[in-house]
């Protein structure tokens, strides 16, 4: 069996030694000659991963003793609804960072619970915004990675003491971040942490339970997760236990200090190529430039169409890029050997050299 580079968006590709491990143990975890989707969440089998995965989590992030995690259900998109639900209180308002069509769809959202203000950026560029004297509003939403534009905050923006709630489906655990900063963060697990529906929240403890509508829905009040450790209900227990194997890799590897490090590695040898390449580009500005999603193109869709068919061909699997930005775009999460890297880059310098022959 020969493993593909998989530089898909989302669900994307996993480390190798984790899905050995699933494949190993799926028939019997432990011993007990069950499978892990086949035991209960209340066993202490289950409340051990569970326990584990936080405890991982939090040695990873550094996540601070006053902030909960939850292991909601939903995806990010849910979030998108959860976050207003939850923490417009006081002023009913909120500020939002729109950088793309992630930060667009959770604008659509909150604009239903509450007023919004939108500050719009370029799609190639987030400039540096100071929010440091927002005042009169709930919480701002950023977006720290940009998952189809390929851009990222160069920097988090202070907030003084409005929280600030941050969307990091695309880049959690892939760079390190203060958690301080945030009041809320929420990651989606289909890009750098495990399979797809179960979705991490990160909340600073006061940010519980300050909506005492008797309407808010159990399931969509954060205050249910803490109070239950995410158990209120049954939680998507092979989707967690996938999780910790993939936190587990991550720890072993050296971390997140260790990720990033090789992230930023990854990353430079495609950008440095496309900076070079007088066929290939990349079209965001240099300091907002995603170690995760990397969009390029060509100036012809004609030549797009046989790259990403040749590519395929080849073994470079989901190169096409977003329908709404076109061209291609490579995904490099934590998972995506670098080597993988390697191999596309020297696949695009030879696509490169047959075009200009056949051109000139
Ligand atoms: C993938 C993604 C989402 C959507 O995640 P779902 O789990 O499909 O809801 C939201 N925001 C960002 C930044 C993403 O990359």
């Known amino acids: 069996m020969t493993r593909s580079f998989n530089f898909s968006a989302g669900p994307s590709t996993l480390p190798l030694p984790v899905l050995e491990k699933v494949q190993k143990e799926f028939l019997s975890f432990q011993g007990t000659g069950m499978s892990i989707i086949e035991i209960s969440h209340r066993s202490n089998y289950f409340e051990e991963i569970m326990e584990q995965t936080e405890q991982l989590l939090r040695e990873l992030m550094n ?11 939903g995806g990010a998109s849910l979030q998108f609804s959860m976050v ?5 209180t006081s002023y009913n308002t909120s500020y939002y960072v729109n950088t793309g069509s ?10 239903k619970y509450g007023e919004v203000h939108v500050q719009n950026c370029p799609i190639h560029h987030i400039p540096k915004l100071s929010l440091d004297s927002i005042s009169l509003v709930d919480y701002v939403h950023i977006t720290t990675n940009n998952t189809i534009e390929g851009t990222k905050f160069a920097s988090i923006p202070n907030t003084g003491n409005v929280p600030l709630v941050a969307d990091m489906s695309s880049n959690i655990l892939s760079e390190e971040y203060d958690v301080e900063k945030f009041g809320v963060i929420y990651a989606g697990a289909q890009k750098n942490i495990g399979p797809a529906g179960l979705c991490i929240v ?3 403890e006061d940010l519980v339970g300050q909506n005492t509508l008797h309407t808010l829905p159990t399931m969509l009040n954060y205050e249910t997760y803490v109070k239950s450790n995410s158990m209120y209900n049954t939680p998507p227990t092979f989707n967690i236990y996938i999780m910790k194997l993939v936190l587990e ?16 590695e990854k990353a430079a040898l495609l950008y440095n190529f496309l900076d070079e390449s007088t066929l290939f580009y990349s079209n965001v500005h240099i300091e907002n430039r995603s170690l995760m999603n990397i969009p390029f193109n060509t100036t012809s869709s004609q030549l797009n169409e046989q790259f990403i068919s040749e590519a395929t061909s080849a073994g470079f699997y989901f190169l096409k890029g977003h329908r709404s930005i076109g061209g291609m775009r490579a995904s490099l999460y934590n998972a995506m050997p670098i080597d993988g ?18 051109n000139v």
């Open 84 to 88: 207003p639900m939850n923490l417009l």
């Open 341 to 358: 890297v390697k191999a596309l880059v020297s696949f695009m310098k030879q696509f490169e050299m047959k075009a200009r022959m056949s």
């Open 249 to 264: 890799w991550l720890k072993q590897l050296g971390g997140v200090q260790q990720i990033e490090k090789i992230n930023k």
């Open 63 to 73: 996540i601070p003793n006053n902030y909960k995690v939850l292991f909601v259900q």
């Open 202 to 204: 990160i909340v600073r």
């Open 102 to 111: 992630w930060a667009k769809k959770a604008i659509a959202e909150a604009e």
